[in-house]
T-cell receptor, first 114, second 114 residues
Framework: DTGVSQDPRHKITKRGQNVTFRCDPISEHNRLYWYRQTLGQGPEFLTYFQNEAQLEKSRLLSDRFSAERPKGSFSTLEIQRTEQGDSAMYLC????????????FGSGTRLTVV | AQKITQTQPGMFVQEKEAVTLDCTYD???????LFWYKQPSSGEMIFLIYQGSYDQQNATEGRYSLNFQKARKSANLVISASQLGDSAMYFCAMREGSNYQLIWGAGTKLIIKP
């Protein structure tokens, strides 16, 4: 396993367009997390999945955001009607449910809304 | 109130010197975990070290050690014998109780000078 993969690495989109990001976690990991990181700040929690169930969504996740994890494998994060304030790095991480304390992060998808 | 505070926005350190990155935290939960991550310019969050609130000894991982002072609620990262490749952003993060999400500080930008 090569770790957590995120695609694309960079995305430039016009305001109002929809975008979708993909995350492939470490295959043995049950939990998958999405974070958003704006320039000069630490990441902020968006949502997380345990297997295929989305168990929590942050208030940061407006109605324009939706995340899925079909079959408990990869996950997608979609942003509809993008706004300039959505410009950020979107980080995906995965972990085991029990045992260990490590969260493995992907390299992120950098979104720029113009 | 800030749960994780990193008071050093940036630091310059001479190569081969030791460096201490500060982190203070705030929680009322007796069970918590503290993490340090490194984020190079490529964007990936790289796990460095973990300290649990009930751990009796300070955590160490190679050149990284965590100076855990529970009464002062501080968890400073010490990097011994710094290398040019250590130049990056460093984030302190906390997980409270059985919560699954990490709460992050704003980070410290470390630059190692040759």
């Amino acid at each position: 396993d090569t770790g957590v993969s995120q695609d694309p690495r960079h995305k430039i989109t016009k305001r109002g367009q929809n975008v979708t990001f993909r995350c492939d976690p470490i295959s043995e990991h049950n939990r998958l997390y999405w974070y958003r990181q704006t320039l000069g700040q630490g990441p902020e929690f968006l949502t997380y999945f345990q297997n295929e169930a989305q168990l929590e969504k942050s208030r940061l996740l407006s109605d324009r955001f939706s995340a899925e994890r079909p079959k408990g494998s990869f996950s997608t994060l979609e942003i509809q009607r993008t706004e300039q304030g959505d410009s950020a790095m979107y980080l995906c991480a995965s972990s085991f449910i029990f045992g260990g304390n490590g969260y493995t992060f992907g390299s992120g998808t950098r979104l720029t809304v113009v | 109130a800030q749960k994780i505070t990193q008071t050093q926005p940036g630091m310059f350190v001479q190569e081969k010197e030791a460096v201490t990155l500060d982190c203070t935290y705030d929680t009322s939960d007796p069970s918590y975990g503290l993490f340090w991550y490194k984020q190079p310019s490529s964007g990936e969050m790289i796990f460095l070290i973990y300290q649990g609130s009930y751990d009796q000894q300070n955590a160490t991982e190679g050149r990284y050690s965590l100076n855990f002072q529970k009464a002062r609620k501080s968890a400073n990262l010490v990097i011994s014998a710094s290398q040019l490749g250590d130049s990056a952003m460093y984030f302190c993060a906390m997980r409270e109780g059985s919560n699954y999400q990490l709460i992050w500080g704003a980070g410290t930008k470390l630059i190692i000078k040759p």
